[in-house]
């Protein structure tokens, strides 16, 4: 079974540029989830999605973050403009409903 | 809100030490309880998982027990290798209101096993 997919692995931008990261899940896992681990910390959930819809973006810098996933099967995550403090990992990871999330490798992003 | 609180790393073992690491947690409901594993340069990998109290997670060695009583989920290995060296997350997945799960991520710990 494929797992998450996720392009690319690693991107250098300099600071006030645009950036945009892929996800495909597993086939047939409705939740999808993106994460942002910053260095030596957990990751941090950015936004999560039930099939196309939004059930918790909370924690997302919606200023100059946005995501989609417009068909409920693949996602993007983008940032506009990025700031020093984006350099991070960003985790895409998917499951059933209520069930265990498997991660994709991540994208490691670095603003300079 | 809920939230998991680790052991602060790095932990250093020589090989075929015991190792524990610390989780607590805080949730509102009753939630699932995880052990991730970070290897270097890698995404996050389940290494194992709890659902209820009292229930025991295990998997390549390692294990973990679902302890209601004193919001704990600590990890154990007998003997730990070289290999085992990584960052490892506990997390724990509630109920949120809207009738979704969250997950939630500790700050990690990382392990480092030398021969």
């Known amino acids: 079974e494929a797992g998450v997919a996720q392009s690319p692995r690693y991107k250098i931008i300099e600071k006030r540029q645009s950036v945009a990261f892929w996800c495909n899940p597993i086939?047939?896992?409705?939740?999808l989830y993106w994460y942002q681990q910053i260095l030596g910390q957990g990751p941090k959930l950015l936004i999560q999605?039930?099939?196309?819809?939004?059930?918790?973006d909370s924690q997302l810098p919606k200023d100059r973050f946005s995501a989609e996933r417009l068909k409920g099967v693949d996602s993007t995550l983008k940032i506009q403009p990025a700031k020093l403090e984006d350099s991070a990992v960003y985790l895409c990871?998917?499951?059933?409903?209520?069930?265990?999330?498997?991660f994709g490798q991540g994208t490691r992003l670095t603003v300079v | 809100g809920d939230s998991v609180t680790q052991m602060e790393g790095p932990v250093t073992l020589s090989e075929e030490a015991f190792l524990t690491i610390n989780c607590t947690y805080t949730?509102?409901?009753?939630?699932?309880l995880f052990w991730y594993v970070q290897y270097p340069g890698e995404g996050l990998q389940l290494l194992l998982k709890?659902?209820?109290?009292?229930d025991k997670g295990s998997n390549k060695g390692f294990e973990a027990t679902y302890r209601k009583e004193t919001t704990s989920f600590h990890l154990e290995k007998g003997s730990v290798q070289v290999s085992d060296s990584a960052v490892y997350f506990c997390?724990?997945?509630?109920?949120?209101?809207?009738?979704?799960?969250?997950?939630?991520f500790g700050t990690g710990t990382r392990l480092l096993v030398s021969p």
């Open positions: 086939s047939g896992h409705a939740t």
């Open positions: 997390a724990l997945s509630d109920r949120m209101n809207t009738g979704f799960q969250k997950l939630v």
């Open positions: 999605f039930q099939n196309n819809g939004v059930v918790d």
């Open positions: 709890a659902t209820k109290a009292d």
């Open positions: 949730a509102t409901g009753y939630p699932s």
């Open positions: 990871a998917s499951s059933v409903l209520g069930g265990t999330a498997f």
